[in-house]
Each structure stands twice: as C-alpha cells, then as structure tokens.
C-alpha cells in the first residue's frame, strides 16, 4: 500500500467520478495545477478552497478527501523547501487544514463503531465505488465511508500506521 501511495499520480485517480458536496471532483486537477506552480496567492486561494469546499461540508467528509490529503502533503513538502510569500502561504494553509480534517475525522470516527475500513486502500478507487457517468445519486457501501475517514487520518499523520511515514508519500 505504501509503494501504491507513493506512485498515485493525479491522472490516476477519476475525479469526475468521485462525489463533492457539490457534485463532482472533476476540476481537480486544474486546481492542483494551480497550487503547483506556487504563482498567485489570488488563484491559489481559489484552487485551495475549491478543493476544499468540495471534500469537506459540515462535518460530512467526501470521497475524494484521502487521495487530496496524499497531494496536499507532496504539495506541503515541495513548498517547504521554497521560500516565497506563494509558498509559505500554500505551506500554512495545508498545516492549518491538515489539523482542522483530523478534527474532523475524530469526530467522525465515532459513527463507525463497529466499521472496518477497506483492506486495500486502491480498492477505494473500484467501480463499485465511483460514480458511473449516467448516476446521480450516491449510494456507498458503509465500509467505504469509514474508509475515507480511516485512509485520511493515516495519510495526513503517520502515527495512526506503521506504514504511513510522512517523507514517504
């Protein structure tokens, strides 16, 4: 799973078929342009809260908050190591978003008493989970919840499993 994490590139993950607050994902990875060249703080205050407003709405976290958290931490490591006022903006607003998510899955963790996350974290991106492009109402396995909130806590903070160690994703 780690070396899976480690190799998800972008392109990999179908964003137009993972379900937002307010639709689809599918603008994503423009928004992560965006944040990746580290350019106006304007449009990477836009691309930022475009992601975000999308995968968390009053405490309901959605299906593509981990795969996001996995791009934030590259993002957040890349940005560490570039000293202008666009990267450490990018840096103090992934740190602030990182603690206010993990939060949120605490508090969430607590409607999965007895939910076991999927045992594979790439399972998360099979068909039976995304949207096929003719649906529009959502309709996910149990499991499959309690995995966004299990599969997030460990990619923003290591501790929660061995094998999430925050240099390596």
Known sequence: MKEYIKNLRIEDIPWERMVTAYGTAEKFPEFFGVLE??????????????????????DSLYQPLPFVMIFFKRLLKKAENIHTPE????????QHTFEWILDACDYRVYEFPHG????DFAEM???KYLL???Y??????????????????I???????????????
């Open 155 to 169: 990619i923003i903070d290591g501790r929660f499993n061995s094998w999430a160690v925050k240099e390596d994703i």
């Open 37 to 58: 060249k580290m350019q106006s703080i304007e449009e990477m205050d836009e691309a930022f809260y475009g992601i975000m407003e999308e995968v968390e709405h009053q």
């Open 87 to 94: 990267a450490e903006w990018l840096v103090k607003e992934i």
């Open 125 to 127: 991106l099979e068909d």
């Open 116 to 119: 076991e996350p999927i045992l």
């Open 132 to 134: 096929p492009n003719y």
């Open 136 to 153: 529009y109402e959502l309709c996910f396995e149990a499991d499959y919840e309690h995995s966004i909130v299990y599969y997030t806590k």
